[in-house]
């Protein structure tokens, strides 16, 4: 597996492994107008406005992995193909955050697989708070990435 700085040409199969993402992930816990939203074209829109791109990762034959998004300290998003979770990408991702700079992170609060994934990792749960999300008010828990 490696991981490289995502290119344009990258952003629509980055897309959709969020869209597929946020169905998994957030299905019990988004409204369907929140989720409804959230389409592979939302995604690569975001990708193509962000200053920073995403970093993927990718074995040497195939689409990606998965991607992570980092910057100003913070891990934005993180997420892994439902098909191929479990092997290994998620913590490479999230490595590589780390040694580019990620200290915080924020998730929902109903999202336990995410916050085992972090917890197991080292990340330590900050804070609760609620914010509004796509017309909806949630709540979030914050984590931090202790120094070693």
Request: glycine share 8%; net charge neutral.
């Amino acid at each position: 597996m490696r991981l490289r700085p995502a290119t344009p040409a990258d952003f629509p199969a980055l897309a959709e492994i969020v869209a597929t993402g946020y169905r998994d992930a957030f299905g019990t816990i988004l409204s369907q107008a929140a989720l409804a939203e959230r389409t592979a074209a939302h995604f690569a829109r975001r990708f193509a406005s962000e200053t920073v791109p995403p970093v993927l990762a990718e074995d040497e034959k195939g689409p990606p992995l998965g991607f992570h998004l980092t910057y100003g300290g913070t891990l934005h998003m993180l997420f892994v193909d439902t098909q191929v979770q479990s092997r290994g990408a998620g913590a490479a991702l999230l490595a590589d955050a780390e040694r580019r700079g990620a200290v915080r992170l924020e998730c929902f609060r109903d999202n336990r697989a995410a916050r085992q994934f972090y917890e197991k990792r080292g990340w330590v749960h900050a804070r609760d708070y609620t914010r509004e999300f796509v017309g909806d008010v949630y709540t979030f828990v914050e984590y931090v990435k202790p120094a070693n």
